[in-house]
Structure formats: structure tokens, C-alpha cells
Antibody
Framework: QVQLVQSGAEVKKPGASMKISCKAS????????LNWVYQAPGQSLEWMGW????????RYSEKFQGRVTITWDASAGTTSLELRSLSSEDTGVYYC?????????????WGPGTKVTVSS | QSVLTQPPSASGTPGQRVTISCSGS????????VFWYQQFPGSAPKLLIS???QRPSGVPDRFSGSKSGASASLAISGLRSEDEADYYC?????????FGGGTKLTVL
């Protein structure tokens, strides 16, 4: 049974960077991707990007390209999301998800989310 | 503004059948699998329907998905009070994974 445990809530100042993590346990998929999804307060979901577990290839949404880095430490089973040049518009909840594939998948397991507040 | 259009709200009474639509184009819904997610307030989304019409293990068969052309639908039969939640459709749009705006389902 795959479980995702995300790091705790953070408060950041505008202009700062954040780095949050997500540890996956019980993953037995031979092919998988770790994805990050953002949800602003009261809003819909927004995919930020993925990293492919097998080879570390990444793909980012154009909206976050240049400000975001997703990494995967296979030995620790942990993915991290770094987002730079934070503004109040980055306030919200960040979810990691584990899929049994990248473009084609059937399973999409979500972590509980990490709340990030950007405020001066 | 999402490329996937969902009604902002839907409602029904216990026992009823309700459907939630997700309208797109040949660039997204019409050419790729559609997924549906259920989200309760304060909780993470959960995958409800995979690949247009497949229920992951543990999802009640009251939930079903379908697709025709560039439109997809989520149907919930035998509506229960615990189905009150937000529902999102999602699919690929080029190289971008996109979500619909979400539909808030109220059980009257």
C-alpha cells in the first residue's frame, strides 16, 4: 500500500524560496512519476510538474517554469519541490502525487498536502 | 480559466442520480483519457475514475464515468449525503496536465 507523507506547513516572506518534501513508502510500481499539484485557497487544482522515478527526467508547467525545481532521491524515496521568488499568489496547499506511469497511468495516489503561506 | 469546463455546482436529493459534465476539445478530452477526482473540504483529492470509465479499487460502483467526443461525464447514482464534495475532471492538454474548474455537489 503506497503512502505519501508530506513535510509540515511553512510560512515564507515574499521573495523567499520554499522547499517542501514528500516521502513515498510501499511503492512497488516499476514505472512511476512523482507529480506536484498546487491549490490556491478556494480554487481549483493546478499541475506544476513531474519527475520520472526511473530516470529523473522532469517536465514543468509553463506557468512555473524557471521558478520551480522537482527532485527525487530514490534512496530516500523522497521527492522535493523547490519554488523560488515567492509572492502572495503562491499561498495555498501543495500536493504530491504518485502515478504508476507518467503520460499513461491508472493509479494516482495523493499526499495529504503541505500548506504554504506567503506573507510579509 | 481552465480549458476544461465544469458546472460550478450541482445538487440532488438522497437516492437520486446526478451527473457532472466536463467539456473540452479534441486537444484534451477528445484525444486523451479523462480522470475524475473527489475532494472533501480540508482534505486531499482522491482519484475516483481513471481512464474515462475505470473505478480504482475501493470506489463504490455508484460512481461511473463516460465520455463521448470532447465531453466527459461523472454519474453518481443512489446519491448519499457523504457524496457532498468537490469533483474535478482532468486530462492532458498537450504536455500540460489540466484540471477542470471543479463542481461543488450539494446533497439536499
Amino acid at each position: 500500500q503506497v503512502q505519501l507523507v508530506q513535510s509540515g506547513a511553512e510560512v515564507k516572506k515574499p521573495g523567499a524560496s520554499m522547499k517542501i518534501s514528500c516521502k513515498a513508502s510501499g511503492n512497488s510500481f516499476s514505472s512511476y512519476s512523482l507529480n506536484w499539484v498546487y491549490q490556491a485557497p478556494g480554487q481549483s487544482l493546478e499541475w506544476m510538474g513531474w519527475i520520472i522515478g526511473r530516470n529523473g527526467d522532469t517536465r514543468y508547467s509553463e506557468k512555473f517554469q524557471g521558478r520551480v525545481t522537482i527532485t527525487w532521491d530514490a534512496s530516500a524515496g523522497t521527492t522535493s519541490l523547490e519554488l523560488r521568488s515567492l509572492s502572495s499568489e503562491d499561498t495555498g496547499v501543495y500536493y504530491c502525487t504518485l502515478r504508476d506511469g507518467y503520460i499513461f497511468f491508472r493509479v494516482d495516489i495523493w499526499g495529504p498536502g503541505t500548506k504554504v503561506t506567503v506573507s510579509s | 480559466q481552465s480549458v476544461l469546463t465544469q458546472p460550478p455546482s450541482a445538487s440532488g436529493t438522497p437516492g437520486q442520480r446526478v451527473t457532472i459534465s466536463c467539456s473540452g476539445s479534441t486537444s484534451n478530452v477528445g484525444g486523451n483519457y479523462v480522470f475524475w477526482y473527489q475532494q472533501f473540504p480540508g482534505s486531499a483529492p482522491k482519484l475516483l475514475i481513471s481512464r474515462d470509465d475505470q473505478r480504482p479499487s475501493g470506489v463504490p460502483d455508484r460512481f461511473s464515468g463516460s465520455k463521448s467526443g470532447a465531453s466527459a461525464s461523472l454519474a453518481i447514482s443512489g446519491l448519499r449525503s457523504e457524496d457532498e464534495a468537490d469533483y474535478y475532471c482532468a486530462t492532458w492538454h498537450g504536455s500540460l496536465w489540466v484540471f477542470g474548474g471543479g463542481t461543488k455537489l450539494t446533497v439536499l
